[in-house]
């Protein structure tokens, strides 16, 4: 990649405000990608209970967003938290994005802490599959 940063620009010049731009937008990046690393050392394996994709194949695990959508636009560090994001495979994070799966930290220690995780069934409504009394301990009937 090119580096500009250290070209003179005039004052005022548009290429300046583009830097400040990207200079703006590569500190959130590399924010939310030290968030996302916590993510990852802190669950290992995707955290969704009882998981089905996993039992019958590996797929690819990603950082879920699961207190709230980042959104089209970004969410410029407010939603791009450790105690906000989960692992889960591709599979159900694409289940969860379309509202057909759901996640519920049970504290105020957000997905650091337990969670309840809610399934939507063929009726329309939600089940409860299961409660956490720790992340990856979950509770029995």
């Not at 030290?34 to 996993?54: M, S």
Request: hydrophobic residues 30%; proline residues 5%; contains cysteine.
């Amino acid at each position: 990649m090119i580096d500009y940063s250290d070209l003179p620009f005039a004052k005022g010049s548009r290429a300046s405000h583009w830097l400040e731009g990207r200079k703006r937008r590569k500190a959130i990046v590399d924010a939310e990608d030290r968030e996302k690393t916590k993510v990852r050392k802190r669950d290992r394996v995707c955290r969704w209970p009882y998981c089905e994709n996993c039992k019958a194949w590996k797929p690819p695990l990603e950082v879920a967003h699961v207190c709230g959508a980042k959104g089209m636009g970004g969410d410029h560090g407010e939603r791009s938290t450790a105690d906000q994001m989960m692992l889960l495979d591709r599979i159900t994070h694409s289940e969860q994005e379309a509202h057909k799966r759901d996640v519920v930290p049970l504290t105020d220690q957000g997905t650091d802490g337990p969670c309840g995780f809610w399934v939507l069934d063929g009726k329309g409504e939600w089940c409860l599959l299961a409660r956490e009394r720790a992340p990856f301990y979950y509770e029995k009937d």
